[in-house]
């Protein structure tokens, strides 16, 4: 399944590691070094969460806690039944 993270990014569910609240990092000089190492997609300005994959660390202008919500959306949708072939059937 796929996730919109914000600014027209939409990466795969199974690719994050983790999402992080933008204080956290700005708090801590140890998240600011590791920041200074990694490949960033997405506006710095407005900055509210970081997603973090493998590969890229993307910065969100959406809190933790949309994210979380639209996790949890999907996670819901993906543990749906699908009944299209007995639709079809019964018409």
């Known amino acids: 399944m796929f996730i919109h993270i ?3 990014n939409v990466i795969q569910t199974d690719d994050i590691i983790t999402i992080i609240d ?3 990092i700005s708090s801590s000089v140890v998240m ?3 920041m200074n190492n ?3 997609i997405g506006p710095n300005e407005e900055t509210k969460s970081l997603v973090i994959t493998e590969d890229v660390t993307y910065f969100s202008t959406l809190s ?3 994210l979380k919500k639209r996790a949890s959306m999907i996670s819901t949708i993906s543990k749906l039944d699908d009944y299209t072939d007995e639709l079809e059937l019964d018409n």
């Open 6 to 8: 914000g600014n027209g």
């Open 22 to 24: 933008q204080d956290i």
């Open 32 to 34: 600011e070094e590791m």
């Open 38 to 40: 990694v490949k960033i």
């Open 64 to 66: 933790v806690a949309t």
